[in-house]
């Protein structure tokens, strides 16, 4: 017996919402230097911001092709510019490190973090205002197959940057 599953429309504000949040969290990052005070904290509520749409969209038919490959030598630059920017507050623990293994073994990284979401992001602006509808089944399939992880983890640890009032 097969079983047909149907999800509400979504509404056309859906798009618009996450490419507003997209078109902020990208300009952010593009224009972030010098010393993280001033633009972390915005990262941290956009991303709580982000995390909270992208959860209540479905995962929407289509966008499964690649519009475009990834441009691995400008990802490449992004990570790194980040990694220096953020410096100290770039590394932090996942759940399976072990914390005797010293800071070195420490295998989170919010630059990595940051930049996946950021090409995640950018892949669907670039068609945005072409096929609304196909940018946010990038996004929203995007989101489940890689992204979600990523978005998790750097909120956890913006999260405690913050406690310890690094943010």
Same mark, same amino acid.
């Given at each position: 017996?097969?079983?047909?599953? %149907? =999800?509400? /429309? ?5 798009? $618009?919402?996450?490419? !507003?949040?997209?078109? @902020?969290?990208?300009? #952010? ?7 993280? &005070?001033?633009?972390? /904290? %915005? ?7 982000? %995390?909270? #749409? ?15 490959? /990834?441009?691995?030598? !400008?990802? =490449?630059? *992004? =990570? ?6 953020? !410096?100290? @507050? ?23 973090? #940051?930049?996946?979401?950021?090409? &995640? *992001?950018? #892949?669907?602006?670039?068609? =945005?205002?072409?096929? /609304? %509808? $196909?940018? *946010? ?13 990523? *978005?998790?983890? !750097? ?10 009032? $690094?943010?």
């Amino acid at each position: 017996m097969d079983v047909m599953v %149907q =999800f509400d /429309p979504i509404p056309d504000e859906g798009p $618009r919402e996450v490419a !507003a949040l997209a078109m @902020r969290y990208c300009a #952010l990052i593009d224009n972030c230097e010098g010393d993280c &005070e001033p633009w972390l /904290p %915005q990262i941290a509520a956009l991303l709580s911001r982000l %995390q909270a #749409l992208m959860a209540t969209l479905p995962v929407v038919a289509g966008g499964l092709d690649t519009p475009c490959p /990834p441009d691995l030598d !400008a990802r =490449f630059e *992004l =990570f790194s510019r980040l990694h220096r920017l953020l !410096a100290d @507050r770039d590394g932090y623990w996942l759940e399976f490190d072990l914390a005797s293994d010293g800071v070195e073994a420490m295998t989170g990284s919010l630059a990595d973090d #940051l930049t996946d979401i950021y090409c &995640e *992001l950018r #892949l669907g602006l670039r068609i =945005f205002e072409r096929d /609304p %509808q $196909r940018a *946010l089944s990038i996004w929203c399939l995007g989101y489940v197959r890689h992204w979600a992880r990523h *978005l998790v983890d !750097a909120e956890r640890h913006l999260t405690a940057l913050a406690v310890n009032g $690094r943010l």
